[in-house]
């Protein structure tokens, strides 16, 4: 912005949402849509590497330089990125399907799992740590003329015995009103803390027993999960989720963190969150047909960075050695400071975490499959862009995080895209003309892949032979669709015809080798902590994989790519959200609060990037299955059988 | 109580492989013990030295390395029988230096009828190695892998870029392959099972581990080569039961230690001789690791780790 220009008002209209912005003269384009709310990718926070914030300008003028992200052609089409992009004059914008953040059909992800996380919680007594209580009080006389609190508090004594209870001041305030209000017949609502004891959160004048709501989120790196609870009856009343609004300022959390190091960052990471966690309870709210005021808990799983962003800790400690989170329990604290848009008394409880790089989700997740209080040796991943394991049992448990990369929620990969509608998620191929058969979430139009669909992308045209161990495709078959692309070799999984954008979706070799790496990354840690242990994987007997890269993980095709170790299939259980699960578990029973920071304190946190052996079992795993065949026998007799069918 | 000598039970042996054709062709592998372990098992070849010859005329050889070929450096076919008829090379190794796309770029044909004039001059087996350009190495050797056919060269390095069409000629023209990886054990058992299913014959590969010169991290080559022997010897694994060679020469004599001339500083003693030592003591090294070829270039160096395996391996 010159200082020049300063003061002269610009209006740019957003298509298709039609949100119409004022931006100065000279404002980023992408910066400007984000303030206005326009939903917008933007992979790479904005530093123009990525490609993914592309725009079209209808009419306008911006002042944009083209990098290898735009070819030519776009470039004359009027094709621009937005973080390139400065604002001249009124403009016009079309965002493309492909830029835009969308959401409706990520609910589909939602629904997963639901059943077998159902299988697996046991143990817990339904104890929320948030109860009402209805309270009948003597009037106050000439000669009982205590004071109100006390005649509170003598009320509450009845019901609680000699449980200590302690009075939150904003209760205090409103208490002479409500309990005249309510002829003194109140509902009391109090908060049971680990360490206070019993807590007075609020006061209200009648019998409201029957609202008693509690909110359970997760806080992912890409997407933000919540869920509307009944507490009187244990149940979800509503769910919905949305991109973490964060995503513009970066991708992974490297970048995140990096961006809270910029002037205003933290606070504008922070801002984005909670944005984004009030979008989704407006929409809790609507869809289940309660009132705000009536929530009267929040529960959140989130890893360590999106814990502290959420709560504006500064989160530059996390990725600086020797990586020391600022919390990992946090202190009791109310939601409605930090701007999320419940009332005043509303208590905020992140999951705890153990350290910089394992955090809050993770425990919830093996609090909510309940990893930790069963005898059967478990093994737990979360397969993510942050890879996280734990192994044990009921006696112990040690976790390693490993960092995959973004491949399994799309990332890095071409035609990527996360698990909602359009995104192919099955995919099959025939062995005899090597033509795919394609099936994308909600049947529309292919308009990319997700991580599951890669792995079952990358798992058939292994097993059909299209490619090597290394993950390079045999070039001499007799198919068009192999053909020489810009980054080698690739094959076209669907046409331009059958897609939404009207361009063939490919899968290359530098997608491939960005999948081999993931998995690699997730086998070698997995290999690498079972080992530290002093056991193997034949010993595990119970896998449980979690994770947000589609509605479902077809096993098999995991193991084939190596991604999951060759155990028999009945030891593995898909649970979809582990960390929601665990969130929701905690909301509805106390007892797993204090369980949380148990199991967070019983697991001892093994840094890979320290182990000598990670390294070797990684680059071991950058093979299809793997170097060591022996380790997979299953996928070796499978592939056998397919030679001698197809003859190769 | 007699005192027993604790013994490691091997369960593989490395595969023999045939380098070269007609009698001068020479056989190497067939270990079922780690290097020179004769108490434990048998070392039925020992390992070999390839003298090294350049197709065109070195530039930054130090004088030392220079002096034994004085007059023959510009002519390939000439230093290839010096070497054999005047240094008594059992193998020749002829480094393909003219044709790097960064150098003097020479065409794949030109190269390919240096490489068959050497071969029909000298009958040992000869070594064929290229730049490690895996579209040059591709077009020069399968060139070469056509007009030498029938003389078993053993060429490389093959590398997992340029493996397939590599290979594939190997195949058709019955020639070893040197399998190259970066220093890794694992990225070694990948590149021999490519090979493997590619269908070159396991008669036909031979691992090159990558190797560096004493005083540039020759602890790592021999970590990563005892390694592969502890996996092919004692865990049975088939993928890494192959011979090794290791192209030595070029690591030692380029270094600066052996380079810088005496007078520059006389502390570090005559150069000459620091830098056959040099070259002798990293091959002696790479010796123990488990290298079965090594590719030498002075003819004093070589004479003192011939001396060393013949101490070696008389019982």
Known sequence: MTKKSSGKRISVTFQPDDITATAEYKANLLETAIAAGVPINASCGGAGTCGTCKILIEKGRVDSIRTAKVSEEEYARGTRQACQSRILSNLTVQIPAESRLETAVLEREMASGVEAQAALATGWGFKPSVAKDFIELVPPTLKDNTSDLSRLMRGLKKRHGREKISVDFPVVKKLAQVLRDGRWMVTVTTLRDSETGLRLINIEPGDTRTKLYCLAFDIGTTAVRGQLLDLNRGKILAQSLDYNRQRSYGEDVISRIAYSQKPGGLKRLQQAVVATINKIIGELIEQAGVETKDIAHMVVAGNTTMTQLLLGLDPKYLRLAPYVPTINTAPPLTASPLGIEVAEHVHLYTIPSVASYVGGDIVAGVLGTGVYQRKKLTLYIDIGTNGEIVIGNSDWMVTASCSAGPAFEGGGIKHGMIAASGAIEDFNISRQNLEPEVHTIGNSKASGICGAGLINIVAALFSAGVINQKGKFHSHLPTKRIRRGRDGYEYVIAWATETEMGKDIVLTEVDIDNLIRAKAAMYAGCQTLIRSVGTSCPDVERVIVAGTFGSNIDIDKAVTIGLLPDLPRERFIFIGNGSLLGARLTAFSHDLVSEGQRAAGMMPNLELSESSDFMHNYVAALFLPHTHAEEFPSVRVKLNKAEQEIGI | ?315
């Open chain 2, 1 to 315: 109580m007699a005192f027993d000598i604790p013994k490691i039970d091997y369960t593989g042996r490395i595969k023999e492989i045939k380098l070269g054709s007609g009698d001068e062709a020479l056989t190497v592998g067939g270990q079922s013990s780690y290097p020179f372990h004769l108490f434990e098992g048998e070392m039925p070849h020992p390992p070999r030295i390839a003298m090294e010859v350049y197709d065109s005329p070195p530039e930054e050889w130090p004088e030392a390395a220079l002096e034994p070929f004085t007059g023959v450096t510009d002519d390939p076919v000439a230093w290839a029988k010096k070497c054999v008829n005047d240094y008594g090379a059992e193998m020749v190794c002829l480094q393909l230096v003219s044709t790097d796309p960064n150098g003097l770029d020479r065409g794949a044909d030109e190269a390919a009828e240096v490489v068959k004039k050497v071969a029909e001059a000298i009958t040992v087996p000869l070594i064929v190695w290229g730049t490690a350009n895996h579209d040059k190495d591709t077009e020069v050797l399968r060139r070469v892998s056509e007009l030498c056919q029938g003389r078993k060269l053993i060429m490389g390095p093959v590398e997992e870029g340029d493996y397939k069409k590599i290979g594939a000629s190997a195949i058709g023209y019955h020639h070893t392959v040197i399998a190259s990886t970066p220093i890794d054990i694992n990225l070694a058992k990948q590149l021999n099972i490519l090979l493997g299913n590619l269908g070159v014959p396991d008669e036909q590969i031979i691992i090159d581990p990558t190797v560096s010169g004493i005083g540039y991290g020759i602890e790592y080559a021999y970590s990563v080569m005892e390694r592969i022997r502890m996996a092919a010897l004692a865990q049975q694994d088939e993928k890494l039961q192959f011979p090794i060679i290791c192209n030595i020469a070029r690591e030692t004599w380029k270094t600066k230690e052996v380079k810088i001339a005496t007078e520059e500083d006389p502390k570090l003693g005559d150069a000459r001789k620091r830098g056959i030592l040099m070259e002798a003591m990293s091959a002696m090294v790479l010796l123990l690791a488990g290298a079965d070829v090594l590719i030498m270039r002075h003819p004093e160096a070589i004479g003192l780790v011939r001396q060393m395996i013949g101490e070696l391996t008389t019982s």
